[in-house]
């Protein structure tokens, strides 16, 4: 059983939580209330600028008919009673002004003074020193002038606040609605939700805190021995528990530093085969060239008298002699990249020039080299020897994967990114060079790992070529891609910022 003082303290945020719960129920009801009180007093306006509108209606109606059946007995009479009228007109377009809380509604009442204010103007004509006919001809022309002036507009009014008073009501009968439920949520959903809340977080800790087993298979499956778990009693309280806490997170940490002194000698080993596999493959580009030059000076030893190398094994000597040299710039460009020195330059220049220089061997190969440039020069903000290196690599992995003939496509395009899939640094305008091939195309073992240090599909690879050449165009702030063709081939793909 749980002492009274620790289930206090463990049912505190439960007890926190359901007045949190209570008080937010609380404060929706308010707001709702506050909402059915507006439209309450909104459908109160509504319904008194009703009555106004009808009450000025019904003036007009009754100036109208005493207008075109005048009482010709008594003139005087017919003169004060439509004064009268139009006083309780004025008293009724004063709190019809005063009502108009609307945009429409302000409309009408502003249509309805002017035209009343026509009206009087032209009541205020009305002569004694006209003849009886003229006098009835003035008065229903009068009277027509009312009925389109102002009975009209009145009865536009009445309608237009009918139409308000039946929005307000179904606005009102929603709102009332919503606090119908409102207040059937706070009555039953805060302390029901509340018991659940405290029931299952008492039942969670009983459960756990005091049969707390924290078992380190997977420690133990990594430093290949048995470990015996870690179980917290319960006796104590909450101190108690802390104290037994800490001692978990003792023995947890002694075995991450374990794991970790375990992965560090892990790591070393991986970095010692990588070593081992540069070294190799440093041997192996090296030895042959050695191999061919240390033959050709041994023939030409054995010939006695020294007479000099012929031209043929000379050219072969300098060609091995570039091979290493070649080999050896590679690790050290892997090693330290030279820094970028950018100017504008014409791009399309340093294409040319990179397909010039492997045309030679293209053609000893039967390789088509089939080059889709603009005519116009492209001047962009690039290293050109950096970029010339990356084309020329590009291209003689190309022809590497030509060796009986093909052909090799070279196309510049200006290239706008979607934004959908394309890296969060992109600019908003490249250029895109792709290089494509009519090869086998790109392994299925190393497609994924095509830019890593040391994955080559060459025997005699080192595989630092395409990490060196990503690495360049980054430094460019372009992207750099390799995948194969739907017809058959390769195709890689670098963007420069324009």
Same mark, same amino acid.
């Given at each position: 059983?749980?002492?009274?003082?620790?289930?206090?303290?463990?049912?505190?945020?439960?007890?926190?939580?359901?007045? *949190?719960?209570?008080?937010?129920?609380?404060?929706?009801?308010?707001?709702? @209330?506050?909402?059915?009180?507006?439209?309450?007093?909104?459908? /109160?306006?509504?319904?008194?600028? /009703?009555?106004?509108?009808?009450?000025?209606?019904?003036?007009?109606?009754?100036?109208?008919?005493?207008?075109?059946? &005048?009482?010709?007995?008594?003139? @005087?009479?017919?003169?004060?009673?439509? @004064?009268?009228?139009?006083?309780?007109?004025?008293?009724?377009?004063?709190?019809?002004?005063? =009502?108009?809380?609307?945009?429409?509604?302000?409309?009408?009442?502003?249509?309805?003074?002017?035209?009343?204010?026509?009206?009087?103007?032209?009541?205020?004509?009305?002569?004694?020193?006209?003849?009886?006919?003229?006098?009835?001809?003035?008065?229903?022309?009068? *009277?027509?002038?009312?009925?389109?002036?102002?009975?009209?507009?009145?009865?536009?009014?009445? !309608?237009?606040?009918?139409?308000?008073?039946?929005?307000?009501?179904?606005?009102?009968?929603?709102?009332?609605?919503?606090?119908?439920?409102?207040?059937?949520?706070?009555?039953?959903? *805060?302390?029901?939700?509340?018991?659940?809340?405290?029931?299952?977080?008492?039942?969670?800790?009983?459960?756990?805190?005091?049969?707390?087993?924290?078992?380190?298979?997977?420690?133990?499956?990594?430093?290949?021995?048995?470990?015996?778990?870690?179980? =917290?009693?319960?006796?104590?309280?909450?101190?108690?528990?802390?104290?037994?806490?800490?001692?978990?997170?003792?023995?947890?940490?002694?075995?991450?530093?374990?794991?970790?002194?375990?992965?560090?000698?892990?790591?070393?080993?991986?970095?010692?085969?990588?070593?081992?596999?540069?070294? !190799?493959?440093?041997?192996?580009?090296?030895?042959?060239?050695? /191999?061919?030059?240390?033959?050709?000076?041994?023939?030409?030893?054995?010939?006695?008298?020294?007479?000099?190398?012929?031209?043929?094994?000379?050219?072969?000597?300098?060609?091995?002699?570039?091979?290493?040299?070649?080999?050896?710039?590679?690790?050290?460009?892997?090693?330290?990249?030279?820094?970028?020195?950018?100017?504008?330059?014409?791009?399309?220049?340093?294409?040319?020039?990179?397909?010039?220089?492997?045309?030679?061997?293209?053609?000893?190969?039967?390789?088509?080299?089939?080059?889709?440039?603009?005519?116009?020069?492209? &001047?962009?903000?690039?290293?050109?020897?950096?970029?010339?290196?990356?084309?020329? @690599?590009?291209?003689?992995?190309?022809?590497?994967?030509?060796?009986?003939?093909? /052909?090799?496509?070279?196309?510049?395009?200006?290239?706008?990114?979607?934004?959908?899939?394309?890296?969060?640094?992109?600019?908003?305008?490249?250029?895109?060079?792709?290089?494509?091939?009519?090869?086998?195309?790109?392994? &299925?073992?190393?497609?994924?790992?095509?830019?890593?240090?040391?994955?080559?599909?060459?025997?005699?690879?080192?595989?630092?070529?395409?990490?060196?050449?990503?690495?360049?165009?980054?430094?460019?702030?372009?992207?750099?891609?390799?995948?194969?063709? &739907? *017809?058959?081939?390769?195709?890689?793909?670098?963007? =420069?910022?324009?």
């Amino acid at each position: 059983m749980l002492s009274r003082p620790l289930a206090l303290k463990l049912l505190a945020p439960t007890v926190l939580v359901s007045l *949190a719960l209570v008080g937010v129920c609380i404060l929706a009801v308010l707001y709702l @209330n506050r909402l059915h009180v507006k439209v309450s007093e909104e459908l /109160t306006e509504n319904v008194q600028s /009703t009555s106004a509108a009808h009450s000025l209606e019904k003036v007009a109606k009754e100036i109208i008919s005493k207008l075109e059946q &005048p009482n010709r007995d008594h003139p @005087n009479r017919l003169v004060q009673d439509i @004064n009268g009228r139009n006083d309780e007109a004025r008293g009724f377009l004063a709190d019809a002004n005063r =009502l108009a809380n609307h945009d429409p509604e302000k409309d009408y009442v502003n249509k309805i003074e002017a035209g009343f204010q026509r009206y009087l103007d032209r009541w205020a004509e009305r002569g004694k020193e006209l003849t009886e006919v003229d006098q009835a001809n003035f008065d229903k022309d009068l *009277a027509r002038q009312v009925k389109e002036d102002v009975l009209v507009p009145c009865t536009e009014l009445r !309608a237009y606040n009918a139409g308000q008073i039946e929005r307000s009501d179904n606005e009102n009968e929603r709102i009332v609605k919503q606090l119908k439920w409102g207040l059937l949520a706070v009555g039953l959903g *805060a302390p029901l939700s509340g018991l659940l809340l405290g029931y299952a977080v008492a039942q969670s800790l009983r459960h756990s805190i005091y049969q707390l087993s924290v078992g380190i298979r997977d420690a133990a499956g990594r430093l290949n021995r048995e470990l015996g778990s870690v179980t =917290l009693q319960e006796d104590g309280d909450l101190p108690d528990l802390h104290r037994q806490l800490q001692g978990v997170l003792a023995e947890i940490e002694r075995i991450v530093d374990q794991l970790q002194q375990r992965e560090r000698e892990v790591l070393r080993s991986e970095q010692l085969a990588a070593v081992g596999q540069v070294a !190799a493959g440093v041997a192996h580009e090296l030895r042959n060239p050695l /191999t061919s030059v240390k033959m050709l000076v041994q023939t030409g030893l054995e010939g006695g008298a020294s007479v000099g190398l012929p031209q043929e094994d000379l050219r072969i000597i300098e060609h091995e002699v570039r091979r290493m040299e070649q080999c050896i710039q590679m690790f050290l460009d892997f090693a330290k990249p030279p820094r970028s020195e950018r100017r504008q330059t014409d791009l399309l220049a340093v294409l040319r020039r990179s397909l010039s220089l492997v045309e030679g061997r293209a053609r000893r190969q039967r390789v088509t080299l089939a080059a889709d440039l603009p005519a116009e020069p492209i &001047p962009v903000l690039i290293d050109p020897e950096q970029i010339h290196q990356v084309m020329v @690599n590009l291209l003689l992995n190309a022809l590497d994967a030509l060796p009986r003939g093909g /052909t090799i496509q070279v196309n510049v395009r200006e290239f706008v990114p979607s934004g959908n899939g394309t890296p969060a640094k992109s600019p908003e305008r490249s250029l895109e060079i792709r290089v494509c091939d009519t090869g086998s195309g790109i392994a &299925p073992r190393i497609r994924e790992r095509l830019f890593e240090p040391f994955v080559s599909s060459k025997e005699t690879g080192v595989g630092l070529g395409l990490s060196i050449c990503k690495r360049l165009i980054e430094a460019h702030g372009g992207t750099i891609r390799g995948d194969n063709l &739907p *017809a058959g081939g390769a195709v890689f793909t670098f963007t =420069l910022p324009v």
